[in-house]
């Protein structure tokens, strides 16, 4: 089930994403890399199992915000957090809010592998339910008939230039388009907006 399993390392130290990078790559795992929560955030993150890795201290937003702002979008990726300035008070905040584990640099690399392997084993699905149906048709009427039009291309997994030439506009014009609907449909990725056009088409 996991032998695709993604693994996303949030971190600001270059050498700590490198190394593991390195490590998780031997045993098999895909890696992405992150620098800054944000750039995480913003990410499209496909609905392959995976979990996060990321440092409680970062510059912007911390690790344990970036936790938060995934339980704000219902987004179920396990969350490990790791830091060089660990303690018992951080530890049990971490876990209170949903980290699956809390690991303090530096660490064995037997070790980090351990854990990235429980957390990928409690790995979900993100859910988008029937109950959430009459908010996603209000979010979906808020879409300008331009905005409906790049969300149907963009959820079969077109790309921009693609949209761009079906809808005879420019690119950036796509993704102008493609934010707005993103951020009225409150989708955390393209795989929850997918999701929720596959919802809103069943009950039509």
């Known amino acids: 089930m996991f032998e695709h399993a993604i693994v996303h390392v949030v971190d600001d130290d270059e050498l700590?994403?490198?190394?593991?990078?390195?490590?998780l790559r031997s045993v098999g795992y895909q890696v992405r890399l992150y620098s800054r929560a944000e750039d995480f955030l913003a990410a499209d993150i496909s609905e392959a199992p995976g979990c996060?890795?990321?440092?409680?201290?970062?510059?912007?937003?911390?690790?344990?915000?970036?936790?938060?702002?995934?339980?704000?979008?219902?987004?179920?990726?396990?969350?490990i957090l790791m830091s060089g300035h660990?303690?018992?008070?951080?530890?049990?905040?971490?876990m209170k809010a949903?980290?699956?584990?809390?690991?303090?640099?530096?660490?064995?690399?037997?070790e980090m592998l351990?854990?990235?392997?429980?957390?990928?084993?409690?790995?979900?699905p993100t859910v988008v339910g029937p109950d959430r149906l009459p908010e996603l048709r209000k979010r979906y009427e808020s879409l300008t008939a331009r905005e409906r039009e790049?969300?149907?291309?963009?959820c079969k997994g077109r790309m921009n230039k693609q949209i761009a030439g079906a809808l005879d506009i420019q690119q950036t014009t796509v993704k102008f388009h493609r934010s707005a609907v993103m951020t009225k449909m409150k989708a955390g990725?393209?795989?929850?907006?997918?999701?929720?056009?596959?919802?809103?088409?069943e009950q039509t």
């Open 16 to 23: 700590m994403r490198s190394s593991l990078e390195d490590l």
């Open 52 to 79: 996060v890795i990321v440092d409680v201290r970062m510059p912007g937003p911390s690790g344990l915000e970036l936790q938060a702002a995934l339980t704000d979008r219902n987004d179920r990726l396990p969350v």
């Open 86 to 94: 660990g303690d018992i008070r951080m530890s049990v905040q971490a």
């Open 98 to 110: 949903g980290a699956v584990d809390f690991i303090e640099k530096p660490f064995r690399d037997q």
């Open 114 to 124: 351990e854990v990235v392997a429980g957390a990928i084993r409690t790995w979900k």
């Open 150 to 154: 790049v969300m149907a291309h963009v």
């Open 189 to 201: 990725s393209l795989a929850e907006l997918t999701r929720m056009a596959a919802l809103l088409e």
